[in-house]
């Protein structure tokens, strides 16, 4: 039976999927990308081929996509992440309409029929303060981990507006919020609130058709998740594991290449 793998080498993470000929998810990996994209790649690749049990010879089909979707050698071919995670959250979440992918670097609004297939998409790729980047410089300066944002987000009490638009003005912003005592909670809340109204004007100009369904790592924080929902007035749909939606798409389009 042929097995097909996606491969999809982010800015910050690299993440591979393996499906079966019936579309079944056999294994995922979830890599930092590091230095070395190829590498980064081959690392991911191999990590799900264990989990599925499987070997590089086993694949008919490999798809490679992400910024660094250049630097993967085992891929047969590379398709844009636009595509790729129109199709992953289709796969996952069929009746998704709208996606929002916020991942380290960029951050993109894709339209769907009802197929899965892009109709419209925008993007980011200019300014930091729309990205997870952004979440991850300010959680260094909080001395926080990625996993305590969401977390603090949702429980605090308040916010502190952050007046910056910029990453490097934001940055200086907080750490003098922090020589004031503020509570952490609430300019983490208030940071999560300057990513959404960024990203929420770029879904705007889309238009948002619902269902509409979160990708990239930071559909992780909830903190981020539920901001955007009360600023866009709709529910949002987080798959299982956000960050292999554009690796689960590329398998998938490896299929469709090799049937
Ligand atoms: N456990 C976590 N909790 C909260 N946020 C997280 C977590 N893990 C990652 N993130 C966020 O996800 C971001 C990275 O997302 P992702 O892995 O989708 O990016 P990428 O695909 O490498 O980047 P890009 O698509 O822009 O090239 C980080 O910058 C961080 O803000
Ligand atoms: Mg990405």
Request: include cysteine; charged fraction near 20%; proline fraction near 3%.
């Amino acid at each position: 039976m042929p097995f097909y793998a996606g491969i999809d080498v982010g800015s910050l993470s690299s993440d591979a999927v393996i499906i079966d000929q019936e579309g079944r998810m056999l294994g995922s990996a979830i890599t930092e990308t590091g230095a070395h994209s190829t590498q980064a790649a081959e690392k991911a690749l191999d990590l799900a081929l264990a989990q599925a049990g499987l070997s590089r010879g086993d694949l008919a089909f490999s798809v490679a996509t992400g910024y660094g979707r250049v630097s993967v050698p085992m891929a047969q071919k590379t398709i844009t992440e636009i595509s790729c995670h129109g199709l992953g959250a289709h796969a996952i979440f069929p009746n998704t309409r709208t996606v929002i992918d916020i991942g380290g670097q960029d951050s993109k609004a894709i339209s769907l029929d009802e197929r899965g297939k892009v109709v419209d998409f925008v993007m980011n790729d200019k300014c930091a303060a729309g990205t997870g980047r952004f979440l991850e410089v300010m959680a260094g300066k909080l001395g926080l981990t990625l996993d305590d944002l969401g977390r603090l987000s949702l429980a605090a009490a308040g916010e502190v507006s952050i007046s910056s638009v910029c990453t490097v003005f934001a940055e200086s912003e907080v750490v003098s919020l922090v020589a004031r005592n503020h509570p952490r909670e609430q300019i983490v809340r208030g940071l999560h609130r300057a990513i959404v109204n960024r990203v929420a004007a770029m879904v705007g100009g889309l238009g948002v058709k619902e269902a509409v369904t979160m990708s990239g790592g930071v559909a992780k924080n909830a903190g981020v998740v539920a901001l955007m929902a009360e600023r866009l007035g709709i529910n949002i749909q987080v798959p299982p594991e956000p960050q292999i939606v554009g690796a689960l798409g590329a398998a998938l389009l490896a299929r469709r290449q090799a049937g």
